[in-house]
């Protein structure tokens, strides 16, 4: 039993570096969501794209990999920009079920952008950082530092929230829309400063993620419904509830992998989603349509 | 005229194979027979406003239990379709129930479905060692081509007239729903479910009722699929790539409209086929690349769909009781 | 100050406003009075920009309010506050007084604003970091009211501040109405508690229905029976 205690903690420990990263994806959506009503169902798909460039810019182009990151965050901020002005704004009156349908052509339309451009294969940014070993675990030293850079993020993004005029206007803003104009705000300049702000986030989520998997067209599909469960289990634009929900659902998602293979862990959340669904309805969520 | 209009062109279609008999055009109409069933199934549900993102993952049920049933348990299809068909009912109703009892409607219940089918492709994945995971897997061929027991032919006249007829049968059950109590209680639903709940109606029942139908439908297609096919692989028949397909057809063919999807799988398919030979393996990628542009601008400038917005212009030709508008 | 000609107004196909015209001088106080549904708060909407009339003219000290984006009405010097209060529930007395200084010129004043809201109500300083949600009716108001005081504005739109209040807090209000008058702000209200908003104001309009029906200054009004006739119909 003592070689089992090991692995839980190991498991345990990953679980929570595997949160912190959902927490930040699930801020991002959150924020969208709460500040314009709209889903981007294609968020995974910009953090895909966010990969696909950070392995451009470090392994193809030799960019050092603090001067990468910081061009992919922008670069995916000036996507999310785009989306929303090329998409999302066009229907902001429209029901809300085409404004989700409409993100998930444009998930369709990256998916395939990115089959064509870069084809099929796994790509992998080639860096081996170095695992530790604490106490007979081993932790890697890239999700230790995903771990550490969500968690710079969302602090970061809490204060812009909090000590700004913007920060504070976008709250407002997800509270009360009509009013907005009363106090001078231009709710436009908000959405396209939230949309780059989305962007930025999912920038950021690929940073860290690249250190750690591989890169594939496909690989949104790995956390982008994850990321929509713990937003729908948290509640939809409730940045708290998302933050909880999220290490929750990594926790389980570890714990699932410890036993079997990761896809069970995964399923393993799902059902865990809807069991909730039945015990505590009232708990995490409101009811929002 | 337009009464016997229909059925003529039924008499058309079934008659066509034994007319024209070239392999490679009655397979794509099979394909899009089958399809046009599947993409019909997701409209049922999707007019009423309950936009399922994950009916992948029910025609993935139809088609994998079937395959399963058939390869492991030696079950013929005509138990084994039954088999997931009460599968993919029981899978709608433990996602569904929940979703409807607890009030998540819209956004909410589009997620949840989004991931219903990213979970099936899932599960398939991990039991790779039973299923063959992403490469795919083949239920085995009856030795003497064609069976009835075992509903695998050979011949495309004979899939030709099952699809014709599956196809009929999604069209049927279109307008026996269009014509029912059902409708009107799911429209209420739609519109004001708080009211609709207070005028009596059931309403987690109803869109149970419609979901499981939904369901039910979009497994069958599955379940054809493989036994036509005889391969399926997860991101054919399951996943989000196929559940964004079907709102996709369905949207641009037209949702409120019986034979809208229809349309929408006509396109998509020809679309698929034209670019595949166009381009031939480059063109892996570029059909979703198209679908999705479409998908997004059609959203945005004919939400109603092709055959919708075609038929809304009908309708704006023909007379109408000049509207009441008020002083301005 | 501010001039309303012909304004029409709705929402879809409903219109809620027919021709009405009415004005504000610099330095008055001035009362739109009428019973439930009469447009009273469409008419506040229109004259700030939450929504653009169908018709008519709006202007603000020679500014054509129709054709200014609404989000630069409130830096003309004009502030509004709403039906029901709408405070940001969620957030505290200080973040709603932050936001009502929001607009770049009210930027630098902040803190002047700050405490100038402060002295106006002492009991919003004491609960500055509570939940704006959790507060009275009457907190709630003064709240609003400070908001709207926040962007140092010269005319103030307030609608409805009685609604859902206990008599003793509204007389609180309207003495406030009178205080903030005295310090310079000319003051729109529009108002069903015709008794409170008469002994506040200079002028006011009677609006039933969409129309304005009477007007004139505050005490002939009262003492005149097209009041109880817009309100009871007889």
């Not at chain 1, 314009?36 to 990969?51: K, N, R, S, T």
């Not at chain 2, 309403?203 to 005889?230: H, N, R």
């Amino acid at each position: 039993m003592g070689i089992f205690d090991i692995y839980l903690l190991e498991a345990l420990i990953n679980g929570v570096l595997l949160g912190g990263v959902l927490a930040l994806l699930s801020l991002g959506l959150n924020l969208i969501f709460g500040v314009i009503d709209v889903v981007w169902i294609c968020y995974a798909e910009l953090i895909m794209l966010g990969m696909y460039s950070m392995y451009f810019l470090y392994s193809v182009y030799h960019l050092p990999l603090v001067a990468a990151a910081v061009v992919c965050i922008i670069g995916v901020a000036v996507l999310g920009v785009l989306l929303h002005v090329l998409v999302i704004a066009p229907l902001l009156g429209a029901a809300p079920i085409n404004q989700l349908l409409a993100t998930g052509g444009v998930l369709f339309f990256l998916q395939s952008a990115a089959t064509v451009m870069f084809g099929v294969e796994f790509k992998n940014l080639g860096m081996r950082l170095p695992v530790l070993k604490l106490s007979g675990m081993f932790i890697s030293y890239s999700r230790l530092l995903a771990f550490a850079f969500a968690l710079v993020g969302m602090v970061l993004v809490y204060l812009f929230l909090t000590r700004t005029y913007t920060g504070t206007a976008i709250r407002a803003i997800s509270q009360d829309r009509q009013i907005m104009v009363l106090m001078g705000v231009d709710s436009r300049r908000i959405y396209l400063i939230t949309s780059a702000l989305g962007g930025g986030l999912a920038g950021l989520a690929a940073c860290l993620l690249v250190l750690q998997y591989d890169i594939h067209p496909f690989v949104g599909l790995s956390f982008g419904p994850i990321t929509f469960l713990i937003c729908v289990l948290g509640s939809l634009g409730n940045f708290g509830g998302g933050f909880v929900a999220a290490f929750v659902f990594a926790e389980i998602i570890s714990l699932g992998g410890l036993y079997s293979d990761l896809e069970w862990g995964y399923v393993l959340a799902f059902a865990f989603f809807i069991v909730m669904m039945f015990i505590r309805p009232q708990g995490l969520m409101t009811r929002r349509s | 005229m337009t009464r016997v209009l229909p059925w003529l062109a039924g008499a058309a279609l079934i008659g066509l194979p034994f007319v024209y008999n070239s392999p490679y055009p009655l397979h794509i109409l099979v394909i899009i027979l089958i399809w046009s069933f599947a993409y019909t199934s997701w409209s049922v549900m999707g007019r009423f406003g309950l936009t399922s993102l994950g009916h992948g993952g029910f025609m993935g049920v139809g088609a994998y239990v079937t395959a399963l049933a058939w390869n492991k348990a030696g079950l013929s299809p005509w138990l084994g379709i039954p088999l997931a068909l009460v599968c993919a009912a029981a899978l709608a109703v433990v996602v569904a129930y929940p979703c409807f009892r607890f009030k998540i409607t819209g956004h909410y219940f589009a997620l949840v479905t989004l991931a219903l089918s990213g979970i099936v492709l899932q599960v398939i994945t991990a039991t790779r060692d039973h299923t063959g995971g992403s490469l795919g897997y083949t239920p085995e061929r009856y030795q003497g081509g064609s069976s009835l027991w075992a509903l695998q032919f050979g011949s495309k006249t004979t899939w030709y007239l099952i699809a014709l007829g599956v196809w009929g049968l999604g069209l049927w059950i279109w307008y026996r729903v269009d014509r029912s109590m059902l409708r009107y209680a799911l429209e209420a639903i739609a519109e004001d479910e708080d009211a609709a709940a207070a005028a009596g109606v059931h309403v987690t029942a109803e869109k149970l009722k419609i979901t499981v139908l939904s369901a039910v439908m979009t497994a069958l297609a599955g379940s054809l699929y493989c036994q036509y096919q005889l391969f399926i692989s997860p991101d054919t028949v399951s996943g989000i790539s196929v559940s964004l397909q079907m709102v996709f057809a369905a949207v641009v063919g037209g949702i409120y409209v019986a034979f809208g999807p229809t349309v929408g799988a006509v396109i998509t398919i020809v679309l698929a086929e034209v670019l595949r030979i166009s381009f031939g393996t480059r063109a892996v990628g570029y059909d979703n690349l198209v679908y999705g542009i479409l998908l997004v601008i059609f959203i945005v400038f004919l939400p109603k769909g092709i055959l919708g917005s075609l038929l809304d212009l009908r309708r704006v030709r023909r007379p109408a009781a000049p509207a009441a508008v008020p002083g301005t | 100050m501010l001039e309303l000609a012909r304004v029409r107004a709705g929402y879809g196909t409903f219109q809620a406003l027919f021709d009405v015209s009415l004005e504000v001088r610099a330095g008055e106080a001035v009362g739109v009075i009428g019973p439930n549904g009469a447009g009273k708060t469409t008419l506040m909407r229109v004259a700030s920009g939450m929504i653009r009339p169908t018709a008519g003219t709006i202007v603000m000290e020679g500014v054509d309010l129709v054709t200014t984006p609404p989000h630069r009405i409130v830096a003309l010097g004009m502030a509004h506050v709403p039906e029901s209060r709408r405070l940001f529930a969620g957030m505290t007395v200080e973040e709603n007084l932050r936001m009502g200084g929001f607009m770049p010129a009210a930027r630098p004043k902040f803190r002047q604003r700050l405490d100038f809201v402060y002295e106006l109500f002492p009991r919003l300083r004491e609960r500055r970091h509570q939940r704006a949600g959790s507060m009275s009716g009457g907190e709630q108001q003064m709240c609003a009211i400070g908001r709207a005081l926040m962007s140092e504005p010269r005319l103030l739109l307030l609608d409805e501040p009685s609604a859902g209040l206990a008599p003793v807090i509204v007389e609180m209000v309207f003495d406030l109405v009178k205080r903030i008058r005295a310090t310079g702000v000319t003051v729109l209200i529009v108002e069903q508690n015709v008794q409170q908003v008469l002994r506040v104001v200079d002028r006011a309009y009677l609006l039933k229905a969409g129309s304005i029906r009477a007007s004139g200054p505050a005490a002939e009004l009262l003492a005149s029976d097209s009041i109880r006739e817009a309100y009871l119909g007889v």
